[in-house]
């Protein structure tokens, strides 16, 4: 995997409409950029996330780049909802989400996954949220995709969350080579370093950091009161906690995202960070923050400050940590 991963939520058309040629453009800017770590899943736009990564990276060498979609959630037919739009992407709600962990389900998801994509084999396959279905996801779900990579149809095999408990578990139980964290391992809270890291290092497990604006309130230099957290309006103290966090990095010269992306990168357990953009610049932006130099100093000030969890490893060095 490449240090930096494009995640595709946004080419789902996520709150709001991109174009065709946008979505194209980001992928383009995004391989241009070095790029070579590409993660969707079916939730994304009903399809359409993966129809158009599967689209933008058609002509690219098929053995130079690492795509990973997800399972546990099926796309049915939806005639009774005929003329109404997702409520979380901008897109017609043609088909529904359906939650299914089972074997049959996984394969089922995998095939079609195939096709929109138009790929015969894939290289990550995350078993995608299933917060609510330990039982079935780990007893069906995970070993379906390990009989997958077995057959060399999945490269590996991982989980993918919004929190980090269960994913702790699952490293611990179960036989997967990834899990992706989103939003629960960023520079507002750490709270993955409880059990999570450890538990991945121990097991040899790779750490794919999503999330790590926790929804945009730290993808600005100053967020505002209309910033997003866990894809819903940002409260007042996590606000309070950004801009006492902005503020220090205004004092060296840095700013927010850059350091956000700085402390992530840091940890031994991560072995991509994964940052979704839905235009070309939202892509270059990233790209030059990921190798922004971050002060030894400042992170000494957020430890001070009791900002950062004082066992959260950061950069030793003013070196950037994103090198494509």
Same mark, same amino acid.
């Given at each position: 995997?490449?240090?930096?991963?494009?995640?595709?939520?946004?080419?789902?058309?996520?709150?709001?409409?991109?174009?065709?040629?946008?979505?194209?453009?980001?992928?383009?800017?995004?391989?241009?950029?070095?790029?070579?770590?590409?993660?969707?899943?079916?939730?994304?736009?009903?399809?359409?996330?993966?129809?158009?990564?599967?689209?933008?990276?058609?002509?690219?060498?098929?053995?130079?780049?690492?795509?990973?979609?997800?399972?546990?959630?099926?796309?049915?037919?939806?005639?009774?909802?005929?003329?109404?739009?997702?409520?979380?992407?901008?897109?017609?709600?043609?088909?529904?989400?359906?939650?299914?962990?089972?074997?049959?389900?996984?394969?089922?998801?995998?095939?079609?996954?195939?096709?929109?994509?138009?790929?015969?084999?894939?290289?990550?396959?995350?078993?995608?949220?299933?917060?609510?279905?330990?039982?079935?996801?780990?007893?069906?779900?995970?070993?379906?995709?390990?009989?997958?990579?077995?057959?060399?149809?999945?490269?590996?095999?991982?989980?993918?969350?919004?929190?980090?408990?269960?994913?702790?578990?699952?490293?611990?139980?179960?036989?997967?080579?990834?899990?992706?964290?989103? /939003?629960?391992?960023?520079?507002?809270?750490?709270? =993955? #370093?409880?059990?999570?890291? !450890? %538990?991945?290092?121990?097991?040899? @497990? &790779?750490?794919?950091?999503?999330?790590?604006?926790?929804?945009?309130?730290?993808?600005?230099?100053?967020?505002?009161?209309?910033?997003?957290?866990?894809?819903?309006?940002?409260?007042?103290?996590?606000?309070?906690?950004?801009?006492?966090?902005?503020?220090?990095?205004?004092?060296? /010269?840095?700013?927010?995202?850059?350091?956000?992306? =700085? #402390?992530?990168?840091?940890? !031994? %357990?991560?072995?991509?960070?994964? @940052? &979704?953009?839905?235009?070309?610049?939202?892509?270059?932006?990233?790209?030059?923050?990921?190798?922004?130099?971050?002060?030894?100093?400042?992170?000494?000030?957020?430890?001070?400050?009791?900002?950062?969890?004082?066992?959260?490893?950061?950069?030793?060095?003013?070196?950037?940590?994103?090198?494509?």
């Amino acid at each position: 995997m490449s240090p930096v991963g494009l995640g595709t939520a946004q080419l789902g058309n996520l709150y709001r409409e991109t174009t065709d040629e946008a979505a194209r453009a980001t992928v383009d800017a995004a391989w241009d950029g070095g790029i070579r770590y590409f993660d969707t899943a079916p939730h994304y736009g009903l399809g359409l996330s993966e129809r158009r990564l599967g689209a933008a990276l058609s002509a690219r060498p098929r053995d130079e780049y690492v795509l990973s979609t997800k399972v546990g959630r099926l796309l049915v037919p939806a005639p009774e909802l005929a003329g109404q739009q997702d409520e979380a992407f901008a897109v017609p709600a043609d088909v529904r989400r359906e939650w299914d962990f089972s074997r049959d389900g996984v394969l089922r998801s995998v095939e079609e996954s195939l096709e929109r994509l138009g790929l015969d084999r894939l290289d990550v396959v995350y078993v995608h949220d299933p917060d609510d279905h330990w039982d079935q996801a780990s007893s069906e779900a995970v070993p379906a995709l390990v009989e997958l990579r077995d057959q060399g149809v999945v490269q590996a095999v991982g989980v993918g969350m919004n929190q980090a408990e269960m994913l702790a578990r699952f490293v611990r139980e179960t036989d997967i080579d990834l899990v992706m964290c989103a /939003g629960r391992y960023t520079l507002l809270e750490q709270g =993955a #370093l409880a059990e999570l890291m !450890p %538990a991945a290092l121990e097991k040899g @497990v &790779g750490v794919v950091a999503a999330g790590v604006f926790n929804s945009g309130v730290l993808a600005s230099p100053r967020p505002g009161t209309d910033a997003h957290y866990d894809y819903a309006p940002v409260p007042p103290e996590v606000l309070e906690k950004a801009a006492r966090i902005a503020d220090i990095c205004e004092l060296y /010269g840095v700013d927010l995202p850059a350091v956000a992306l =700085a #402390l992530v990168r840091a940890h !031994p %357990a991560v072995v991509s960070t994964v @940052v &979704g953009a839905r235009s070309p610049e939202q892509v270059t932006s990233a790209l030059a923050r990921g190798r922004t130099p971050v002060p030894v100093e400042l992170w000494e000030d957020l430890r001070r400050d009791w900002l950062i969890d004082p066992m959260a490893p950061f950069p030793r060095t003013t070196v950037p940590n994103i090198t494509l």
